[in-house]
């Protein structure tokens, strides 16, 4: 059977879950609201550089959700599991999501501050390769009918691929310094600093309401599969692998 | 003595790739033959001014080189599939690294001959000059072919044998190659001395290290796919 | 090495599905040594699963499953060196020579190139080692993977449809491996289609239907 952490019940109850998520959305809308109002217009962008306080928290949280992939990914392939093979989805698509959000604000604060709509700098490139990393590992396991199969593959691709994104993000950056396209504000000044901070959490605790959601519902499809294993077998079931 | 074992098997797999391919009609020429259209539409799509084409020469190269051995790979794993031979194969005993092993010295095998063929064709439609530094774009040739080869060889055993496989190993593969195609289209174009700021060195590491990498990791990752 | 009194085949409540359908349902049986038993079933009825499962190509997703006393799933290795499988489709490279076939296999089990002269010789084929695969005939290729099986000496053999697309010398060879392996303190079981060419080696029959035995 799946490993299962004592400290944490093994699937969120949907009551808890969701008053999870309306803190957690609480929340975000207040750092946003604190951010926005708190900071001063910067200086040459203007009030268009509030668009940080999302776009950079969710570039984090993508590469966090990666991170996430991995560490579920590595242990289904040490010990098996149905748990660490649906929390490694879950975060895929979820990452996948943020990722694209990412991408979107950038392009959205990129075409006034640049006048383009794309630009090769450093954290815009990585995200978008992540983004295609991400899209790799949801259409293998699209294309693969057996669970198990598919819970091997999706396990393995997802960690070579995690393994990877340190590397990309690298390469990415020493590639893009060469040719000195405009640059992200990641240079910012300790007047933002805090509320992107605090808007960073806010984003986690978001970003985890969105993974255990997708985790229950993936759960939930498994029941019914396992419903349908113990009719087949004519009731006693015997030991799942 | 086991090493002695799986070295043996690693051999096996490795000849009986290269003879069945340099056997079967259609392998090698087909793919080399690929990789040089794509040359020449490239050529054709991004020229005809002579510096432009002479700039774009080494991106180019690796593109050809990419898109065609993409084809290598899902045939690699075509042996087997065809006659049911991949079951015979896992049931040998043995770990399974060494399957994996065999396969990865002949595509290596493979790609580098396509390599030899496409590489002088590109120097020769693309207008590159040829530098003293010539040994040091070999060697980073080779370091790049052999990260592309590794996860390849690795994704192959997936896409191979699921449903839409042509669109599935590209999908899996480019966007993990990326630093391959970063580092070795940089450090080849520092060493041909078209990017002054540049320096190879650093590319050349950043080779060398995700080659070593991800041989490990994808030999340690293999026995979770390649089981039916 | 194995624990006393095991059976040579030994399975219990096997389940095993693929997708969403239960193919197998909870099968179990017994195949003793010395034992050549007949699995016999309707089409699609999983006959060929459960030896795929036996020889260690499936895990089980219900149910234990061992071969003289090893778990398929936990001690696959030892299983592997015990078991000899004939699938439906012979799984040769078609553009190797038959004896480049056999000794490609030779070198992946560790024995020696000799033993692949051998065992050509023991299914009739040493005249068309020289040949390519591809131009065998469905029988030949049959006799070849036979030779292959041959290669160490296996102690349970698992045979899918074994007989199909057999002249009578063919059948008789299948029939002289089969009883000699199972002499030496072997057992068998055989996937068939039909009774014929097996009954006179046969010790019983098993019969698959609805995913259990019947």
Do not use: C
């Not at chain 2, 690294?97 to 580098?112: E, H, P, R």
Request: aromatic residues 8%; proline residues 4%.
């Amino acid at each position: 059977m799946s490993s299962s952490d004592p400290r944490r019940p093994t699937t969120p109850t949907p009551r808890s879950n969701a008053w999870f998520g309306v803190l957690a959305i609480l929340i975000l809308i207040a750092s946003q609201v604190y951010a926005i109002r708190t900071s001063p217009a910067e200086r040459d962008m203007g009030d268009l550089q509030k668009i940080m306080y999302v776009h950079v928290p969710a570039a984090w949280m993508a590469f966090l959700a990666f991170f996430v992939v991995f560490v579920y990914s590595v242990r289904y392939l040490w010990s098996g599991g149905e748990r660490n093979d649906l929390l490694a989805a879950s975060a895929a698509e979820v990452g996948a999501m943020f990722t694209g959000l990412t991408l979107a604000l950038g392009m959205l604060w990129g075409r006034p501050t640049w006048g383009v709509w794309w630009a090769w700098d450093a954290r815009l490139t990585s995200t978008l390769v992540l983004f295609l990393i991400f899209v790799g590992y949801l259409a293998l396991r699209s294309f693969v009918d057996d669970p198990d199969q598919r819970a091997r593959w999706s396990a393995a691709v997802g960690a070579i691929g995690a393994i990877n994104v340190p590397i990309v993000y690298m390469s990415v950056r020493w590639w893009s310094t060469l040719h000195q396209p405009p640059s992200s504000p990641d240079t910012l000044d300790s007047a933002y600093t805090f509320g992107l901070r605090l808007n960073a959490i806010a984003m986690l605790l978001v970003l985890i309401y969105f993974i255990r959601t997708r985790y229950a519902i993936a759960r939930l499809e498994r029941e019914t599969e396992h419903a349908a294993q113990a009719a087949a077998l004519g009731g006693d079931g015997g030991g799942t692998r | 003595m086991a090493w002695r074992d799986n070295w043996r098997r690693v051999g096996a797999i490795a000849r009986k790739d290269l003879t069945t391919e340099l056997r079967a009609k259609a392998g090698f020429n087909s793919v080399a033959s690929l990789g040089v259209t794509i040359l020449v539409l490239l050529g054709l799509a991004l020229g005809p001014d002579a510096a432009a084409l002479r700039n774009a020469a080494v991106g180019a190269v690796w593109l050809a080189t990419l898109f065609s051995s993409v084809l290598a790979f899902n045939r690699s794993y075509q042996v087997e599939l065809e006659t049911g031979a991949l079951e015979p194969l896992l049931l040998y005993p043995g770990p399974r690294w060494t399957v994996f092993a065999g396969k990865l010295a002949g595509n290596l095998a493979f790609v580098s001959l396509m390599v030899a063929i496409v590489v002088p064709v590109g120097i020769v439609l693309f207008g590159v000059r040829i530098v003293p530094e010539w040994p040091a774009i070999l060697m980073v040739l080779a370091l790049g072919v052999f990260g592309v080869t590794v996860l390849g060889t690795f994704y192959a055993a997936m896409a191979s044998r699921s449903r839409a496989r042509e669109v599935l190993l590209p999908l899996l593969l480019f966007p993990m190659l990326v630093p391959v195609l970063l580092a070795a289209t940089m450090a080849t174009r520092a060493l041909l001395g078209l990017d002054v700021m540049n320096d190879p060195s650093a590319w050349i590491r950043l080779l060398l290290g995700f080659d070593v990498i991800f041989l490990v990791a994808t030999l340690l990752a293999f026995e979770h796919v390649i089981e039916a | 090495m194995e624990p006393a009194g095991s059976n040579a085949i030994h399975v219990n409540g096997l389940g095993r599905r693929f997708g969403l359908r239960w193919v197998l349902r909870g099968v179990t049986f017994d195949v003793r040594q010395g034992e050549i038993v007949g699995l016999l079933g309707p089409n699609g009825s999983g006959k060929s699963t459960v030896l795929r499962v036996l020889a260690t190509l499936l895990k089980p997703n219900a149910g234990t499953v061992s071969i003289n006393g090893h778990d398929v799933v936990r001690n696959a290795d030892a299983v592997r060196t015990q078991v000899g499988y004939l699938a439906h489709v012979a799984g040769l490279y078609d553009d190797l020579t038959a004896r480049e076939n056999l000794r490609f296999a030779a070198d992946m089990l560790g024995v020696p190139h000799s033993g692949a002269a051998d065992a050509l010789a023991r299914v009739g084929l040493d005249h068309t080692g020289d040949e390519r695969v591809r131009g065998f005939s469905a029988g030949m290729q049959r006799r070849l993977a036979l030779a292959r099986l041959l290669l160490i000496k296996p102690r349970v053999l698992l045979l899918d449809e074994p007989y199909s697309n057999l002249d009578i010398d063919g059948i008789a060879l299948v029939n002289t491996i089969i009883s000699g392996i199972v002499a030496d303190g072997g057992a068998a079981l055989i996937v068939l289609h039909e009774l014929a060419p097996a009954a006179k080696v046969l010790s019983r029959t098993l019969t698959l239907a609805n995913g259990r035995i019947a």
